[in-house]
């Protein structure tokens, strides 16, 4: 390749990577957020346009189309970029072919580079701080798709209720110390499951109207129409049903959720307004948000101002909401082995501000099917969870996703118990036994290692039905469907070199689990 051509190259690829790093790196960085559309330049019509092909989700796509879009024109236009220069004498012998290969062959780098870059700064940190998203993939969202249900659940279980109530800081609500988290109920089930909670003594349900498309909302307006309306306390979120408001909106948008809010719960008010899932300092403090709450409240629709964070920024997020002043109530990721800033941040907000701690994400994982030496208390996970973080005095309460009618038995009988040894025990077995085999992340960092290009993750994401979820059917289908996408699986690794070995950030043994996870989804 001559001069010309290669300066073309050269400069494609370090354009790519620019883009990357400073464009959609930031951009996919505050997708993850979970923001509304108007959040990104022409939001609205984009995700409208997207949802055109993805009519069923109920999220905001904007953000994702701004951060692919940028890296496919760039490819595109290397493409062009290469081809062109490879026609120019002196270039190429044979520049037609040649050009298409050379341009082909930009494109694919250009594309690699840029996702790299994307990675680089959205995932890792760099560029911002160290704050990136694969510490909440490793330690707070390691819980993404797994069953928080006991597979053998106890007669004594059986009718439980809540047994203990606490004061949600300076809000002086007293406060069931399990709260009701609705982020998976919608239609006629889903308001059996939170009607039935709430007549066990849950007097506190956590909602949004981005939790199942607004059907939440929906669903937990009819179960709160059977209670007395003074004897519940309601929090939804200054959301839209395909995400969160961004810092810029304007007043009048902040009430207008709200509104629309109240609307689907059947309510003239809400107790709590949460600035949900924040990770910027800016949508946290926003005069627009703080101006709209101060109306709300003074016209009787809403009473506490809250905000709740599991994103990278989060520390830094709850202590300037804590030394502003203006937050009643804190709703943060809390659980055994979390980051050890979460305790000093809950006794700052308590002891300085009395505001009320709600603690979420608690659940961190519960696989019970293949643990045989859990037998004597693995049923009881999600209860050691519980205690574990309602020992701590300083926690309100927390909140956690109920989903059928046997969570409501299993989690309140945690109610009101103390953490015993056992308790704990059982909690370090579960880190222990997790080391090396549970595919927490699923941050794909394997994928590249495999040139086979399987998807590890998923391979490894359907031995976990099968071994531990009790969904044996599910796992064989979904690997089916893998195969014939595919027109291959892991039977591929029992021929490989094994180049995946050592890719795995956590230490997983992908040769030996991606066998055996071939042996138990063909063979059932």
């Not at 951009?27 to 923001?35: A, K, M, S």
């Not at 607004?214 to 669903?219: D, P, R, V, Y």
């Not at 307006?221 to 306390?233: E, K, N, V």
Request: proline share 6%; glycine share 10%; hydrophobic share 40%.
């Amino acid at each position: 390749m001559k001069s010309s051509p290669r300066r073309v190259v050269l400069g494609c690829l370090g354009l790519a990577a620019l883009l990357g790093f400073f464009l959609t790196g930031p951009v996919l960085y505050r997708t993850f957020i979970g923001l509304a559309p108007s959040a990104f330049p022409l939001g609205q019509p984009l995700n409208d346009l997207v949802k055109r092909f993805f009519p069923n989700l109920n999220v905001s796509l904007a953000g994702v189309a701004w951060a692919l879009l940028p890296l496919l024109a760039i490819a595109l236009a290397s493409f062009v970029l290469v081809m062109r220069a490879a026609r120019r004498p002196p270039a190429l012998a044979d520049p037609g072919r040649r050009g298409v290969v050379a341009g082909l062959g930009t494109a694919v780098g250009a594309l690699a580079l840029g996702g790299f870059a994307t990675w680089l700064r959205a995932f890792k940190g760099v560029g911002n701080e160290g704050r990136g998203w694969t510490p909440q993939g490793t330690e707070i969202f390691n819980d993404a798709g797994v069953v928080k249900t006991a597979p053998d659940p106890r007669a004594e279980w059986q009718g439980s209720r809540i047994a203990a109530y606490r004061t949600l800081g300076r809000t002086g609500w007293r406060v069931s110390d399990i709260v009701l988290g609705t982020g998976a109920i919608r239609g006629e089930d889903g308001e059996a499951v939170g009607r039935l909670a709430l007549e066990r003594g849950v007097n506190y349900f956590d909602t949004a109207p981005d939790y199942s498309g607004a059907g939440s909302e929906q669903a937990m307006g009819r179960a709160l129409a059977s209670m007395p309306r003074d004897q519940i306390f309601v929090a939804t979120k200054f959301c839209e049903p395909n995400g969160h408001l961004p810092a810029n909106a304007p007043v009048a948008d902040y009430k207008r959720v709200i509104e629309e809010s109240l609307a689907r719960l059947g309510t003239d008010y809400v107790d709590l307004v949460h600035i949900h899932s924040c990770d910027e300092i800016d949508r946290l403090m926003s005069e627009n948000a703080h101006e709209a709450f101060d109306r709300l409240k003074q016209e009787g629709k809403a009473r506490f101002l809250g905000f709740s964070s599991h994103t990278p920024n989060l520390v830094q997020v709850a202590n300037q909401a804590i030394d502003s002043g203006r937050f009643d109530v804190m709703m943060l990721a809390y659980h055994h082995g979390i980051w050890p800033e979460i305790p000093d941040i809950i006794h700052r907000a308590r002891t300085q501000q009395d505001m009320g701690v709600v603690a979420m994400k608690t659940l961190k994982g519960a696989r019970h099917r293949s643990m045989p030496s859990y037998t004597s208390g693995a049923d009881a996970y999600s209860q050691a969870a519980f205690k574990w973080v309602l020992s701590n005095p300083e926690v309100s309460c927390l909140v956690v996703s109920f989903t059928k009618p046997q969570h409501v038995d299993e989690y309140l009988y945690a109610s009101g118990k103390s953490l015993s040894q056992g308790d704990v025990a059982l909690l370090e077995e579960y880190d222990r036994q997790i080391v090396g085999t549970y595919c927490a992340p699923h941050c794909g960092k394997c994928l590249g290692a495999c040139p086979e290009q399987l998807p590890i993750h998923d391979v490894l994401r359907y031995r976990m039905y099968f071994e531990d979820y009790g969904r044996e059917k599910d796992a064989i289908q979904l690997y089916s469907s893998m195969t014939e996408r595919l027109g291959k699986n892991a039977a591929v690794c029992a021929g490989c070199s094994a180049p995946c070995l050592g890719s795995c950030p956590i230490g997983i043994a992908i040769p030996q689990r991606m066998a055996g996870a071939h042996e138990l989804l063909t063979l059932g």
